[in-house]
């Protein structure tokens, strides 16, 4: 069946250590995006990519890194410069050809201690 | 980024009742979507509609596509306990065109 998936579901990591959340998907979807959700809030955009070896920053990029080498794969780096990682990350992919949406893999929840 | 207006923010409501929420933008879309999330998960698309005065149902889910194309609302009847949530509508202008969300409604359904 085809899906996206995120690995692993729980993280916890020491502070000032990068970390690197994996997402991966088999839609053949040409664009993949990287979310951040607060406990009661909304979903706030990090970073996206519509095409392989190009992404572009979100609203809240500043402390995170990405990269687009393969279309199937868009990997999440937590740095250290960002001041409040611990959050719940999703990832999404979509395809460019219609208007169906994004599907949503089952998230990763990261925890610095 | 642009948020879209969802409301309300949180319902507590008991298992039977029919619920309600809507969102509303200040620009345009020609798609809005609905989706649900359940504690701990991603969200999982529930509803999607693509034309103005569109009327949808999926189950005891009823959606509809404001005439204007700047507001969609959802309806849930007779709630159950496995409604509980988190609904989030969004927005899409065109094919491949950026997602815009709004920020959600906690649904808390009591037995």
């Known amino acids: 069946d085809g899906g996206i998936t995120q690995s692993p579901k729980y993280l916890f990591r020491k502070e000032g250590q990068n970390v690197t959340l994996s997402c991966e998907q088999n839609?053949?979807?040409?664009?993949m995006y990287w979310y951040r959700q607060d406990p009661g809030q909304g979903l706030r955009l990090i970073y996206y990519s519509q095409i392989v070896n190009d992404f572009q920053k979100g609203d809240i990029a500043e402390g995170y890194s990405v990269s687009r080498e393969k279309k199937e794969s868009f990997p999440l780096t937590v740095t250290s410069a960002q001041k409040n990682p611990t959050a719940f990350y999703l990832c999404?992919?979509?395809?460019?050809?219609?208007?169906?949406?994004?599907?949503f893999g089952s998230g990763t929840r990261l925890t610095v201690v | 980024g642009q948020q879209l207006n969802q409301s309300p923010q949180s319902m507590f409501i008991q298992e039977g009742e029919d619920v309600s929420m809507n969102c509303t933008s200040s620009s345009i879309f020609n798609t809005w979507l609905w989706y649900k999330q359940d504690p701990g998960e991603g969200p999982v698309l529930l509803i999607a509609l693509y034309k103005a005065g569109e009327l949808t149902s999926n189950g005891r889910l009823t959606a509809q596509f404001g005439i204007t194309r700047k507001d969609s609302f959802l309806n849930i009847s007779a709630s159950i306990p496995s409604d509980v949530g988190i609904y989030f509508c969004?927005?899409?202008?065109?094919?491949?065109?950026?997602?815009?969300f709004g920020e959600g409604t906690q649904l808390t359904v009591n037995p």
């Open positions: 969004a927005g899409q202008l065109t094919s491949g065109s950026r997602l815009t």
């Open positions: 839609l053949n979807h040409d664009a």
């Open positions: 999404a992919s979509s395809t460019n050809r219609a208007n169906y949406g994004y599907t």
